[in-house]
């Protein structure tokens, strides 16, 4: 029964009579549809369609104060918490940064665990991450934060902010549409019409993916090549397992000419991912 503390996680809480419809204006999920003891994941986006923040969206009963409760990133929380405010205008909703008060908690490989005072919601992304618990700080930590990071490499899901850059990536590069990040179907919201755009043309080139790697992981950050060529970004990495923002085209292009991937000297084996939809280097039809 393994469970993580994650002090780098932060919660915003928004609530009022019109906090739905006022959300669902603005971010990727549809949060008008989530049913209990479940989350969506989401972003807010900028106009020109890139992720500003991400984040799951879990609804809360009265009896633990209502609304809805986003698992944020905590560096991003006071800015996620100022920028619904600034889009709240006239609009009956209450948004405030709780993470002083509300910490998150992942545990994984069981089944649903209790609350423990908070709410509990199964983690969207992937069946194998298993729950999110936001709750009152736990007084016992179980097991520090990198028993989970491991654990979420080894199913190869980002991480925002190491992974992929805020402010500077499309949700189809931080793979958000593959893990369930994005309904086509909901209507629009901020950034929508470049997002459907990409979506309908197939025209996302880049993508966060897992490699794999023989001995210790490359620094985060580092340019990954191929010959000389650059063909993408590290990002983080344990035991073996890793993640890199690549541009699939190049990569493709080096596989067929035999030339070797690297970071800083370390030889990188792009692995497709078990819930990966689209086309892999070396496949013609998405798969």
């Known amino acids: 029964m393994p469970s993580a503390f994650l002090p780098d996680r932060g919660v915003v809480r928004v609530t009022g009579e019109e906090a739905t419809t006022f959300l669902q204006g603005l ?24 992720i500003v923040v991400d984040f799951l969206v879990i609804p809360a009963p009265g009896a633990v104060g209502g609304g809805f409760l986003f698992d944020v990133p905590r560096a991003l929380a006071a800015d996620l918490t100022k920028k ?50 936001v709750a009152p700080p736990p007084l016992e930590i179980v097991s520090d934060a990198s028993a989970y990071d491991a654990h979420r490499l080894r ?17 189809h590069e931080a793979d958000m549409d593959q893990l369930a990040g994005v ?68 990569v493709a292009d080096a596989l067929a000419a035999g030339e070797p991937i690297t970071a800083g000297g370390i030889a990188l084996t792009p692995i497709k991912p078990d819930w990966a939809r689209f086309a892999w280097p070396g496949e013609t039809v998405e798969g």
């Open 183 to 250: 309904d086509f179907h909901k209507g629009c919201y901020v950034g929508q019409e470049v997002v459907s755009r990409m979506q309908h043309r197939g025209t996302a080139r880049t993508r966060v993916v897992p490699v794999s790697f023989p001995d210790f992981p490359p620094m985060e950050g580092l340019d990954v090549t191929a010959g000389e060529k650059t063909v993408g970004v590290m990002g983080s990495a344990a035991e073996g397992h890793g993640l890199a923002k690549l541009r699939l085209d190049r």
């Open 84 to 133: 619904l405010g600034f889009y709240r205008l006239r609009a009956k909703v209450t948004v405030e940064d709780q993470s002083d008060r509300l910490a998150v908690t992942a545990l994984w490989g069981m089944d649903a665990p209790p609350a423990a005072g908070g709410v509990v919601a199964r983690d969207p992304r992937h069946p194998g991450l298993g729950w999110r618990m």
């Open 155 to 171: 199913l190869g899901i980002p991480d925002g902010g190491r992974d992929f850059v805020y402010g500077d990536t499309f949700p």
């Open 27 to 50: 971010v990727t999920c549809d949060v008008a549809a989530i049913p209990e003891g479940e989350a969506r994941f989401g972003a807010l986006l900028t106009p020109q369609g890139k």
